[in-house]
């Protein structure tokens, strides 16, 4: 790029390189302040991801045992338990809401699950494997524990993730786009009102040049006009002519200064 492109179109002025400097000084202190923000997002990151991952793999041990409660019902209260419950359960106990936490300026969603009312299915294998279907209840009820918790892992994971990247693309354009702008177009500023400065001593300079010589000249025609004066003076009071008087003059002044008399 060349260096036009690398500066802001500005007028060379006193108050125009002070606002320069007051936005370098901004566009630093929010290039600190973003990089400080994409540090703790990152370091959050990491944490969420160890998480998921911890997560995942209890996930899986917990499915398996969920899956072989259900098997385990099934077997010893039959198959017909399935209709049983879903005859006993009106609406969900198990419920999930959600909220916002505030993590360096980023707003990242969270799920709990609450338990909204009491259960209907306590008689359920009154009969015959009761034990094992309370069981079962209970592994999957840890089995949606974990969902939850994986759901506002994945969810942060993915906000954070975007947050990230759109805060290093922000640290990235204020260091290698904004603040290198600023500084060009700041030394520009200094070079031309250095170059201003150079113009205006030099032309100071020959003003004095020029009113120095201009008294000189102005003291040579007064020096002339008196001397002028001084002849027709001279020619007047003895009766010469002005020609003799001026060479009376010049040989005055002229005068050996050795000679006394």
Do not use: W
Not at 103 to 112: H, Q, W, Y
Not at 179 to 208: A, H, V, W
Not at 244 to 251: E, R
Request: net charge positive.
């Amino acid at each position: 790029m060349s260096g036009q492109s690398q500066r802001l179109t500005v007028v060379p002025t006193v108050t125009m390189l002070g606002v320069m400097k007051a936005r370098l000084v901004g566009a630093t202190r929010g290039h600190a302040l973003l990089k400080k923000k994409s540090d703790a997002l990152t370091v959050q990151f990491r944490q969420i991801l160890k998480k998921i991952v911890s997560t995942k793999e209890s996930m899986g041990d917990v499915m398996k045992t969920s899956s072989f409660a259900l098997t385990e019902a099934k077997y010893v209260a039959g198959e017909n338990i399935k209709h049983i419950v879903r005859e006993n359960v009106q609406t969900a106990s198990l419920k999930v809401r959600s909220r916002q936490e505030n993590i360096a300026g980023v707003k990242l969603p969270k799920f709990e699950y609450f338990m909204d009312g009491e259960t209907k299915n306590a008689l359920t294998g009154l009969a015959r494997g009761g034990q094992q279907v309370q069981a079962c209840r209970a592994a999957y009820v840890k089995a949606i524990e974990l969902l939850v918790e994986l759901a506002t892992l994945q969810t942060s994971f993915l906000t954070l993730d975007e947050a990230i990247k759109t805060t290093n693309r922000r640290v990235n354009a204020l260091e290698s786009v904004v603040k290198p702008r600023l500084e060009n177009t700041i030394m520009y500023i200094k070079g031309e009102l250095d170059e201003l400065e150079r113009e205006d001593f030099f032309r100071l300079k020959k003003i004095q040049g020029y009113k120095r010589r201009e008294v000189e000249r102005q003291r040579e025609a007064s020096k002339a006009y008196a001397e002028e004066k001084l002849a027709e003076d001279m020619s007047l009071q003895r009766g010469i002519s002005i020609n003799a008087a001026h060479n009376m003059l010049s040989q005055a002044m002229h005068k050996d200064e050795d000679i006394i008399f």
